[in-house]
């Protein structure tokens, strides 16, 4: 019995990149001495234990053999006999196929340290076609691995092509797409992703709600890349690069599908269009099974982000309105999450970068000059029922309009700078002026 160190662990280490999760192979070994030696048996479809106190992962060799469609259409061979070699090569990248024995000596039967070094994703054989999932792990280690300066080798990406063309890709299950998706939410840049999904034929198939808004147009002067899809990769783009969390990068993804709904005879206008969104986003968390923390933050910034960039030229009455629309009173984070994500599709604009936005500021401001106004204190002077409601909104929309002026005076450069070139603010004026 042999124990070795391999996949990520290994190719991490030999990139000089934190990893806390680590794998091993077993050679020479059964799933009957694995027992008797404490490892407790996890998974299904092949034998993987866990070790008793560090809970690493030690699977033992096994080779492979496609039966059927998707991820799961496969059998396994994993007697004793199998080689660390053998192991190795039925996996799906070169780097990602790298050993590590207890000696510290590696093994590498695929050159994967090579193509560490020159930064190239690239698959081991023709075996890679027989697993769709492989399509979006690829995706997800060019997103992970893009500030390294990976790229995916020409051969790997036709292959992937080739297996969206024959249909491969249309069995993989719901749970098995969010599982690569959201690992791209928790680390890695979403637009890269998206973006490789898109080249290889995969975003149609998987994500077509995102890939629907490619060549939808928006007006020039709010998006000079003029195109929805690119706009969405800039947002998400932004949102990675700013440290966004993940449920906010996710209701960025979702944000403008309803601008695919759009009247076309009205193009490049996009009225309503969060609103519109919001049974997309039903229909595609439904069909992923993506989890309901995820579905109520999408569906609010979809619903609500058009106000927010609006917000200057709202009054205290509609501000307070929004905030009890995303009932932030109840759930607070959700004006962060609002908010941050209507930076994002502000700044996520060619030239925009670096433009002023204040829209955002003053909801989050307005919120902080409220929220620690209790229901409580109505009641402790005897109002009830619907009273109490009234007359904590008075509170509210007192405390607002007192605090409005200094905000904007503190903020006059900025709104300034940022009025200028604002279509809505050059509309409100020309109207006062007749």
Not at 392 to 416: G, Q, T, Y
Request: glycine share 6%; charged share 30%; proline share 5%.
């Amino acid at each position: 019995m042999k124990v070795y160190l391999v996949g990520g662990a290994v190719r991490d280490k030999l990139l000089n990149i934190p990893n806390q999760d680590y794998d091993y192979v077993v050679v020479g070994s059964t799933v009957e001495e694995m027992l008797s030696r404490g490892f407790h048996q996890v998974g299904n479809s092949f034998p993987v234990f866990l070790e008793p106190k560090t809970k690493d992962e030690y699977a033992l060799a096994r080779k492979e053999k496609k039966e059927g469609h998707g991820y799961n259409g496969f059998c396994f061979d994993f007697s004793p006999d199998i080689t660390l070699e053998e192991d190795l090569v039925r996996r799906d990248l070169t780097i990602n196929a790298i050993a590590e024995d207890e000696n510290g000596n590696i093994i590498d039967p695929c050159g994967g340290q090579e193509d560490l070094k020159n930064r190239i994703l690239r698959h081991i054989g023709p075996s890679f076609s027989e697993d769709p999932l492989r399509v979006l792990r690829v995706a997800r280690f060019a997103a992970r691995f893009h500030h390294l300066g990976f790229s995916i080798a020409p051969e790997t990406m036709e292959l992937m092509k080739t297996m969206v063309k024959q249909g491969e890709i249309d069995f993989l299950t719901p749970e098995r797409i969010f599982l690569e998706f959201e690992n791209v939410l928790h680390k890695g840049a979403l637009d890269v992703f998206v973006r490789i999904l898109r080249e290889c034929g995969a975003l149609k198939v998987i994500f077509p709600e995102l890939d629907a808004l490619y060549g939808i147009p928006a007006r020039k002067h709010w998006h000079p890349e003029v195109d929805t899809g690119i706009h969405m990769e800039l947002c998400l783009k932004y949102a990675c690069e700013h440290n966004y969390q993940p449920i906010e990068k996710f209701a960025l993804f979702c944000h403008d599908f309803g601008k695919a709904l759009s009247d076309k005879n009205l193009l490049p206008s996009h009225t309503n269009h969060g609103k519109k969104g919001v049974p997309l986003i039903e229909n595609f968390c439904d069909r992923l099974r993506i989890p309901n923390h995820y579905r109520k933050v999408a569906k609010l910034v979809a619903s609500e982000h058009s106000f927010v960039h609006l917000a200057l030229y709202k009054t205290e009455d509609q501000l307070l309105q929004l905030l009890k629309n995303i009932d932030a009173f109840r759930n607070p984070d959700n004006v962060g999450y609002l908010t941050n994500c209507c930076r994002a599709d502000f700044h996520g604009r060619l030239g925009f970068e670096n433009l002023p936005y204040t829209h955002a500021q003053l909801v989050d401001d307005i919120f902080d000059a409220i929220k620690e106004l209790k229901p409580t204190e109505f009641f402790k002077q005897g109002y009830r029922g619907i009273e109490i409601s009234r007359k904590l909104d008075e509170s509210r929309l007192k405390v607002m309009a007192e605090f409005r002026p200094i905000w904007n005076e503190n903020h006059a450069e900025e709104i300034k700078a940022e009025r200028k070139e604002d279509p809505e603010w050059i509309k409100i004026k020309q109207s006062q002026n007749r």
